[in-house]
């Protein structure tokens, strides 16, 4: 799978972590090696390893330079990430409710036109969609996916709007996303989901890991209402489908 | 118990300690101190852990009172006239309020971040093991904000034991040490060049999660959209108008600009107590000598309790009246709030 990507690059991120890269687009099968990179860490950890952070293409491993120095480490990591490793576990499946359009997705419309078709049918592409966890990033929770189908596939907004709301189902450039806190976004807004992808006083607090497989489905803005009153009071309304 | 009350407060003061480790994974954001060394120092006049949850000061002034019993602080950090009751209380000291006695910060002088650290530490409930405020994903305990005037914290009263000074080592001047990457390759030679041996600014829309550079445009190879990566504290990113901005403690976890250059640990609270519109210079060191600082800096921040002195041998702040006749006062710098996040992603 892995036979177009290039050698990993060791990135030195100052002196107390350092960026395992696998490729510099966003390229699934880069990916997967960062995940597995990732699980292979967690494993069978380092002595001197604080947290490793995934990203599309790179593992940010953060650690210790009391515990271990830059070149010992680095050495360890490519070894590991040079090798065929074993494909990550099987992944976990959730089923993310999302009402579209309206005031929860205020793009949809531009989208539909900018695309010289109908806002179901976006919807329709979006829902057709297979999406995985490909990171978590910005903003806690902020779950990037890939598997974005290509026809939906398009440039980021030209003026990034300041605050975009809690939920909001997005795309931009290649990517879909589930944003869970309000923040600034220049991706296209679709719709919103009740779904809190982190809550603080929930257990679990992070919904999603990378990895997650992912896939929507749409409601109704009444329906969106009572799941987001029932998310509000702890309920972990995602439906995690079992394979 | 006692309760130490915030009689009065500038913006950008807010409760940090050593940071919310083990879940960038998941987008949040580490926070703490932005100067370690000096957080660790007050913790440690008041025998604190040294990344114990603390009152990070931002540069205005603050004022704080003992209620219902007596509260031993240290103050530690940027340098600023401080008294109880007009009698000046000494930077770098562990001083006791007596119950309904007032401690008075003045205006930072030079640099931005002092801290209040108190004997038997601010408690509240940790999130992934900190109290720190992260004030965009409502955390931090027990205020999940910045602090206001009113608020108060239920703390030990004071054990009496004598007072302290901690003896610190010289403050460092000079450039502030960088390594290169991790996407130094995103720039030519003359680019690196420019960014190593220009002076720069601190731009007053600065603030925890950033310092904005002012100085020449950097220019990029290949534009400034790469695929987020990770980001880590005193990532040097540069956006697209050519600008850099040196993340800080409420740094998003990833970022989608070029990085050039990281700040090296042991010149991160340095580079957070420059204040606005002071000149400041990087200097590129290479991974040995930034690890071997960064060791060096572990060892003082563990070593601290083997500088503590007794207060005795001081009996004015020296500091104090030698600033008496310094007219101005530095103005920072960190203006929480007036600096917009570029809306990424």
Redesign the interface.
Known sequence: MAATLPPPRL???????V?V?FS???DDDANQRVLALDKALAASPIDGI?????????L?V?Y???KI??DALGDRLLALASQKLPPATKARRWRIPVAYGGEHGIDLEDVAKALNTTPDDIVARHVGGDYKVA????????S?LSGLDKSLHMS?RQN???LTPAGTISI?GV?A?IQC?AA????HLLGRTPVRT?Q?HRNP??LTE?GDRVTFFAIDHKTFEELDRAAEAGELIAEQVVA | MSRLVVASIGPASSVQDGGRLGAQRYGLTVSGAMDRLSLAAANTLVGNEPFAAAVEIGPFGASFTARDGAVRVAIAGAPRNADIAGSPVAMDTSVTLKDGETLTLGFARGGAFTYLAIEGAIKGEPVFGSLAVNARAGLGSPYPRPLQAGDEFSVDAASGAPELRIELPKPVSGPIRVVLGPQDDEFDDANKALFLNSEWKISATSDRMGYRLEGPAIKHLHGHNIVSDGTVDGSIQVPGNGAPIALMMDRGTSGGYPKIATVITADLGRLAQTSAGTALRFKQVGMAEAQDEARKFAQLIRNLPDRLRSSDTIALNIEALSDANVAGYAVSAVDAGTWQVAAEP
Not at chain 1, 11 to 17: E, M, Q, R
Not at chain 1, 135 to 142: A, D, N, Q, R, S
Not at chain 1, 184 to 187: R, T, V
């Open positions: 990135l030195p991120s100052g002196d107390s972590a960026t890269e510099r687009t966003i604080t947290e490793s952070v995934p990203t599309y293409r790179s940010l953060h210790d330079p009391g120095g830059f990171m978590i990033g910005f903003t806690p929770g902020w990037y980021r990034p709007r300041l931009g990517q996303g806190l600034p976004s220049g991706w982190y603080l607090t992070f990378p």
